[in-house]
């Protein structure tokens, strides 16, 4: 068997090394266009902050060590001109000397990978502008960084890879502003999720401006960038980071055949089949099963390119392994704080029919006694019906990697409310508390479904409503160190003395710092005769916005 590979980096290596073990006495030949065929491309932006000291480090292994430890024959700088599949053939050039030669083969597998979307704005050729799409990009931007002459960079795009290099550019001592078109960074978070990291970000001295788009650079008589000018204001730019989205790297595929969707993703069947006879793809350039909705997405991360590349080969002669399909869960870190998300989002919950209910819920990561805790925030998205758990977000300055990898694997088994909130998961109180967050979480949720709660987004909070009365149920000195605008002061203990300063025909949002307090009040005032009483949800530990 002649397999040839074309792309690298996580998934066609990937198949190239389990091809070798399960077919060794295959022909294995990758071809990628690229200066490296295997490296971490998720690492990109922690070695241009200088996390990652070394180049070196990021490459997983060179084409000699592939071709001498597993006889696998890599041509990087070898770029795929044409795909003819009824001769079972694919044509690449030499892109150093421009040579052309024709390869056959009998499975090919396509690992072409996405390309990063370059905005139609002026100015984006000038030097100092950049991609982060590749470890050569990445080696051509900490050039920069290190020769201590840039002070500002601007980011294109509040993605992940956009943050992460906001967050290693300002370790690297420049001042930051992160330029995002929609109206919140973090896209495929939920609001609250997204405001709190913005918050986040923004204490941390990098600027956030959403909801507008950048209409050009701004050069140098040298053609170097030295600004970009948005549709709200005019930024100091030594760097500009383009990071405004990728897209599939598939004209070739299409080309020959290969069915493509309108986004240009490649798609595979469960065997991660094309619709052409022995064609394959897998990893960035390819369409996945999502589990919760059953569609075809797009899921360009790391460990899907991994688990695809290696699954793939189970597949090549006949059809015996299918893959599971992703959940889309995936953490970033900003800082000190890191958000982490799995399965659906709220307005991806409605938007496939789901009449909804949400929580958000603060505890700390840890017994709240034991040193070093701290706090964590989580959101569960469930299904009013049915109580199943659709999906879930957390955030905080805590470990927030364990519960949402808890909730990822409760999603994926279908789990309910009642399911989560009686999971005998680890305790001891230097790692859990004895009610686990997402424990909690669920126990809230249970709450709110049976009838006993009800809440408020704080993205929902109307502050400037004549018809609702803000009541805040704290300490007299944590509301005078932060509150919520219009809000009245009323400590849970003075709560039933003072019941005459609110009006029981109004709607009454209750906070406090957690919830907890605000629950208790909730439920006196609906004894008491109030009828619409809400609480806060997250209370102030949740609040993403300004205090007074």
């Not at 390869?103 to 072409?112: F, N, P, S």
């Not at 002459?149 to 290693?168: D, P, Q, S, W």
């Not at 203990?493 to 629950?519: F, H, N």
């Not at 619409?532 to 007074?548: N, S």
């Amino acid at each position: 068997m002649r397999l040839i590979i074309l792309g690298g980096v996580a998934a066609g290596t990937k198949a190239a090394a389990r091809a070798r073990r399960e077919y060794p006495d295959a022909e294995v030949m990758i071809l990628t266009q690229d200066d490296y065929v295997a490296y971490a491309g998720c690492g990109l932006p922690y070695y241009v902050g200088g996390i990652i000291s070394e180049a070196q480090e990021l490459i997983v292994r060179t084409p000699d060590e592939f071709k001498h430890e597993n006889g696998i024959d890599v041509r990087t700088r070898c770029q795929a001109t044409a795909i003819d599949p009824s001769a079972r053939e694919v044509r690449a050039r030499d892109l150093d000397t421009g040579i052309e030669q024709t390869y056959g083969y009998d499975k090919l597998i396509l690992a072409t990978g996405a390309l990063p979307v370059l905005p139609a704005i002026d100015g984006i050729h000038l030097k100092r502008v950049a991609t982060v799409r590749g470890l050569t990009d990445a080696k051509k931007i900490r050039v920069l960084v290190d020769s201590g002459k840039l002070r500002h960079a601007v980011v294109v795009g509040g993605g992940f890879i956009g943050l992460e290099m906001a967050e290693n550019l300002a370790h690297r001592g420049l001042q930051v502003s992160v330029v995002e078109m929609r109206d919140a960074i973090l896209p495929g978070f939920d609001p609250e999720i997204a405001a709190l990291a913005k918050k986040a970000l923004e204490e941390h001295g990098v600027g956030i401006y959403t909801g507008e788009t950048v209409q050009r650079v701004l050069g140098n008589a040298s053609g170097e960038a030295t600004g970009v000018v948005t549709t709200e204001r005019t930024l100091d730019a030594d760097l500009v980071i383009l990071s405004a989205g990728i897209k599939p790297n598939t004209a070739i595929a299409a080309a020959a055949g290969v069915e493509t969707d309108a986004r240009g993703m490649i798609l595979v069947d469960e065997y991660l089949r094309t619709n052409l006879p022995d064609i394959f793809a897998v990893g960035d350039c390819a369409s996945v099963r999502h589990q919760m909705t059953d569609l075809d997405v797009y899921s360009p991360m790391g460990s899907t390119a991994n688990k695809t590349g290696r699954l793939v080969v189970a597949n090549l002669i006949e059809p015996r392994e299918t893959f599971a399909g992703v959940l889309g869960t995936t953490i970033v870190r900003l800082f000190d704080v890191s958000a982490a998300r799995t399965g659906l989002s709220e307005e991806e919950a409605r938007a496939a029919g789901h009449d909804v209910e949400t929580v958000l819920v603060p505890t700390p990561d840890r017994a709240h006694y034991y040193p070093g805790n701290k706090p964590i925030i989580t959101k569960l998205i469930a299904d009013r019906a049915t109580h199943r758990i659709l999906g879930a977000q957390v955030f905080g300055e805590g470990v927030v990697d364990k519960p949402i990898d808890t909730l990822a694997m409760g999603i994926a088994l279908g789990m309910t409310a009642e399911q989560l909130s009686g999971m005998d998961l680890a305790y001891t109180p230097p790692f859990a508390s004895a009610l686990n967050s997402s424990i909690v979480a669920a126990n809230v949720l249970l709450n709110k479904l049976d009838g006993k709660l009800r809440g408020v987004s704080p993205c929902a909070l109307e502050l400037d409503n004549p018809n609702q009365q803000l009541l805040d149920v704290r300490t007299e000195p944590e509301y005078l160190i932060a509150a919520i605008p219009n809000s009245i002061n009323i400590p849970l203990p003075e709560l039933r003395e003072r019941i005459d300063e609110l009006d029981p025909e109004k709607s009454t949002v209750v906070v406090c710092k957690v919830g907890r307090r605000a629950y208790g009040a909730a439920l006196l005032l609906r004894r008491l005769g109030f009828r619409d009483v809400k609480i806060l949800d997250g209370g102030m530990t949740a609040w993403p916005y300004e205090t007074v």
